[in-house]
């Protein structure tokens, strides 16, 4: 069921990737020169820019001591809004999309930019053909279309790559507590309590959620991933 998934939702953003590639990833609501179109905009890449350097240096002050950023993984690339500003403050990124035509995209922008220091790698492929783990897993507007019957086991195995002591940041869109679950209906969002049991379980834990914005679900947030430093988190 899972891969069944999957190869349905990478051919629905294959599709996109090759319509609208920059309206796919992050729609013109407010923002402007951010269309639905083939063409990268200044606008575009600067959203970007201004949401990894705000998140850098909240990170600090949240986790209690600085982040290391030896090597990062942005999950869910599309054509590299994030993966060009992380690039450039981190000693090397690896970016994962589940669009082919996403990911040469992103690779067209890095290499226009002089950015040597970035892999590009399918979704499907990230744990077969990237070895290690990450300093700083960084995955923004990706979550909210992943339905959390495949983002519950996606969030599992992006704690298992952080390293010890890594940091993830992953924003979700938390479901509201009051929520009742009807026969014949989807429920949208993600359970904040079954999320913290599997990154629990993961070895990790969440040090905060940063509230983004509301929905009609619930809260879109950021969650702050910490990977146990020693093996062992202190009671």
Same mark, same amino acid.
Request: with cysteine; hydrophobic share 45%; charged share 20%.
């Given at each position: 069921?899972?891969?069944?998934?999957?190869?349905?939702?990478?051919?629905?953003?294959?599709?996109?990737?090759?319509?609208?590639?920059?309206?796919? +990833?992050?729609?013109?609501?407010?923002?402007?020169?951010?269309?639905?179109?083939?063409?990268?905009?200044?606008?575009?890449?600067?959203?970007?820019?201004?949401?990894?350097?705000?998140?850098?240096?909240?990170?600090?002050?949240?986790?209690?001591?600085?982040?290391?950023?030896?090597? +990062?993984?942005?999950?869910?690339?599309?054509?590299?809004?994030?993966?060009?500003?992380?690039?450039?403050?981190?000693?090397? +990124?690896?970016?994962?999309? /589940?669009?082919?035509?996403?990911?040469?995209?992103?690779?067209?922008?890095?290499?226009?930019?002089? $950015?040597?220091?970035?892999?590009?790698?399918? #979704?499907?492929?990230?744990?077969?053909?990237?070895?290690? #783990? %990450?300093?700083?897993?960084?995955?923004?507007?990706? %979550?909210?279309?992943?339905?959390?019957?495949?983002?519950?086991?996606?969030?599992?195995?992006? #704690?298992?790559?952080?390293?010890?002591?890594?940091?993830?940041?992953?924003?979700?869109? $938390?479901?509201?507590?009051?929520?009742?679950?009807?026969?014949?209906?989807?429920?949208?969002?993600?359970?904040?309590? #079954?999320?913290?049991?599997?990154?629990?379980?993961?070895?990790?834990?969440?040090?905060?959620?940063?509230?983004?914005?509301?929905?009609?679900?619930?809260?879109?947030?950021?969650? /702050?991933?910490?990977?146990?430093?020693?093996?062992?988190?202190?009671?």
């Amino acid at each position: 069921m899972l891969t069944a998934t999957m190869k349905r939702d990478a051919t629905d953003w294959e599709e996109l990737a090759r319509l609208e590639p920059y309206f796919a +990833v992050l729609t013109n609501e407010g923002v402007l020169d951010v269309a639905g179109n083939a063409c990268a905009t200044a606008a575009f890449f600067e959203t970007g820019e201004n949401d990894i350097a705000m998140l850098l240096e909240a990170l600090p002050s949240v986790l209690g001591h600085e982040l290391r950023l030896a090597r +990062v993984l942005d999950f869910g690339c599309g054509a590299g809004r994030l993966t060009l500003p992380l690039a450039r403050r981190s000693g090397s +990124v690896v970016a994962c999309d /589940i669009a082919p035509t996403m990911l040469a995209h992103a690779r067209r922008h890095a290499l226009e930019g002089g $950015l040597r220091n970035t892999a590009f790698v399918l #979704t499907g492929e990230l744990c077969r053909s990237v070895a290690g #783990t %990450f300093d700083f897993i960084c995955s923004l507007l990706v %979550f909210q279309h992943i339905p959390p019957s495949i983002g519950y086991e996606l969030l599992r195995t992006l #704690t298992n790559l952080l390293a010890p002591g890594g940091v993830g940041a992953i924003q979700i869109a $938390l479901r509201r507590r009051a929520s009742r679950r009807m026969r014949g209906i989807q429920e949208d969002g993600y359970d904040e309590q #079954t999320v913290l049991g599997l990154i629990e379980a993961a070895g990790g834990r969440l040090v905060a959620l940063l509230p983004t914005h509301q929905n009609g679900a619930g809260a879109c947030a950021i969650a /702050i991933i910490e990977r146990c430093p020693l093996g062992v988190w202190p009671a």
